[in-house]
Structures are given as C-alpha cells and as structure tokens.
C-alpha cells in the first residue's frame, strides 16, 4: 500500500472498542526503557513484568536475540498461560499498565514506515490478530511519526545493550544476569 494522503484519513480514523483481542494471543516484545517505565509507574520489579521467550517469530539474524545459557530468548511482557494473554490485561479487557505500557503497544494497530527523514512511505493497520474496530477515532500523522521515532530510538539503544551483553564472556547466561545487565535489577 503506498502512502497517499488519502489513504491515510481512513488509517486515522481507526477506533479501538476495547476487545482486548491485541493483548491474547500475541508476544509484546519490550526494551529495557519499557521495563524501567512500568516499574516506575507500578513499582513492581522487572521479573513480575518480564518474560523471556524462544519461540518469537522474528529473524534468525534480528538484533534482539539474547543469548542465555542453551537458547536464544526475546525480552518481552509477561504472559498469564491460562487464558493465554498479557499479564496485564484486566477481566474487562482494559490494560491494567495503561499510562506505563510499552511503546509498541502505543502504536498498536498502526504499521508505519517512514524514511532516514521520518517522511511516511506506508501507514496501515496491523492484521496480526481480528480487531472488531470502528472508523470513528481521531489519530494524527503526527502523533503515529512521533510514537514510530520514540520506538525505534529506544529499540536502537537497547540492541546496543543486547548486542554488548551476546559478546560478554565469562558470565551467567540467566535471565536475572541479563536484568541486572541491563539495569533493571
């Protein structure tokens, strides 16, 4: 789809109706400023809002893999496994961690792709789950451009991290190790 002005008033009318469907069912990756907003927020500490998981869909070379000790992990939200969904989905399908969440959820339905010059190549709407949504909401380019930066900044300094924590030798491949790496612990 390109991104022509017109397509995207539809884009931004999207309306969550509060479904919830967006939280079960999918692996919310997070950075380790995610982690450090939630615990602020919420004071919880880092192992009650992470999990760390092998079976994420992404490329075998992404940036994101954390080498622990027999795997590759991907740092991301915390999952209740019976409904399988995020740990922080309320019974009314509102997200309990709602002012602290992650930036990709932040930015969830919404796929953008902007250039070096942040100019929108393609805005669309994420079809990775059934979203029962309305056409009634008020979204702006400008909020989705801002949101699209703040994640891919804060994305880039965390890989620098994972990047320097995969060439450390001589330490714990454990998930506590790689908290307290990180400065979550």
Known sequence: MSAKKEDWRKWLGFSCTACGN??????????????????????????????????VEMSQRDSLWIRMRDKRVAMGLKWETTPRRCKFLGDDNMCQIYEHRPVTCRSHPFEIKTNDNWAVQKLGISDVVDCPHEWDGKHSLRELKATERWNCNQ???????VKAWNRKRNIKRTPDEFLKFVGLT
Request: glycine residues 8%.
């Open 155 to 161: 994305v880039e300094a965390f890989e620098v991290k």
């Open 22 to 55: 967006c939280c079960k069912g999918t692996i919310v990756l997070i950075t380790e400023a995610d982690v450090r907003r939630i615990i602020q927020g919420t004071g919880l500490p880092a192992r009650q809002i992470v999990r760390f998981f092998s079976n």
